[in-house]
């Protein structure tokens, strides 16, 4: 069974693969979308996002809008293809 | 273990979903939409009568300056209430299922749906200016059927099918010039009922 060993530790929790799949079918999104997209609370999002963010699956914009902050998300070219895969192991763990 | 991993899949796909297409589009709205053409149209064919000519039996009709003023209102009545059916159809149901309304997703649906609207609503003024009132018709269906299939890539894409439709019976209509308003009632009326109640039963 090497491939339940293959599956990304990355995208256990169910926040990040949300986040990984809006990110996949979108450009830039902003983290008040990325909340009600995904229906949960400011800390839980900033937590997984900047987990993704540190294995560098994400890139991260902060910018001012007038005078409120704001926050992007977009993955990278490592993110999409790590999704990718991710997706195509649990595909084949659903056929076996 | 497997039936995690089933969950996960379907959270990416309805995440997916979620996120790129505009899913809070209620099939009432579309039928609301059709009632108020057919209303409309209803109307417009009492309006030929009273202005004594029956729209079916009279080839040659006289656009005077007022009925066509008056049938550019109507126009824009049924318009607008169909518009204001569809925004509350889709608040209602997005409140329902707790759907994001204003997304990304959405402006990128109203844009594309936008841009052939707003080029056949300006050629459609130039042939009233024109004086091609025969053509009107046949335009406005050409152009909706072109901004569905324009907008399908940000909603549900079973409203290509409408669009589709809309497009040929416009082409059609081209041809028998004189009976625009039955094509109109047709396209804008019937096919709104019949897609909304079908888009209503499988997305309920």
């Known amino acids: 069974m090497g491939i339940i060993d293959k599956l990304n530790k990355d995208f256990e929790s169910r926040v990040r693969l949300g986040i990984m799949s809006v990110l996949m079918v979108n450009d830039w999104v ?38 409120k902050p704001k926050t992007s998300y977009q993955v990278t070219d490592l993110g999409r293809a790590a999704f990718k895969e991710h997706l195509s192991y649990l595909e084949k763990l659903m056929k076996s | 273990m497997n039936q995690k991993h089933q969950e996960d899949l379907a ?15 209620s099939g009432l709205s579309g039928v609301f939409a059709g009632l108020s053409a057919l209303i409309g149209g209803i109307y417009v064919y009492q309006l030929f009568k009273s202005n004594g000519m029956d729209y079916l039996q009279d080839e040659h009709r006289l656009y005077s300056a007022n009925l066509v003023s008056e049938l550019f209102w109507i126009g824009i009545i049924i318009l607008i209430s169909a518009f204001l059916f569809g925004i509350f159809f889709t608040i209602r149901k997005s409140k329902k299922y707790n759907l994001p309304i204003w997304t990304s997703a ?14 056949g609503g300006i050629f459609c003024l130039a042939l009233i200016y024109h004086g091609y009132f025969g053509l009107v018709a046949p335009s406005t269906l050409i152009f909706y059927g072109l901004a569905l299939i324009n907008a399908e ?3 549900f894409s079973d409203i290509k099918y409408l669009g589709f439709s809309e497009l040929i019976l416009g082409c059609i209509s081209l041809f028998y010039i004189g009976y625009g308003l039955l094509f109109w009632i047709l396209g804008f009326g019937i096919l709104h009922i019949v897609y909304g109640l079908v888009m209503f039963k499988k997305y309920k």
């Open chain 2, 11 to 25: 959270h990416i796909r309805s995440m997916m979903e979620r996120s790129s297409r505009f899913i809070s589009l």
């Open chain 1, 30 to 67: 902003d983290f008040t979308e990325m909340k009600t997209l995904l229906n949960i609370t400011d800390g839980n999002l900033a937590s997984h996002s900047s987990a993704l963010e540190k294995a560098a699956y994400i890139e991260v914009k902060k910018e001012f809008v007038g005078k």
């Open chain 2, 153 to 155: 890539k940000y909603t």
């Open chain 2, 106 to 119: 959405t402006k990128k649906m109203l844009f594309n749906l936008a841009l052939p609207l707003i080029a």
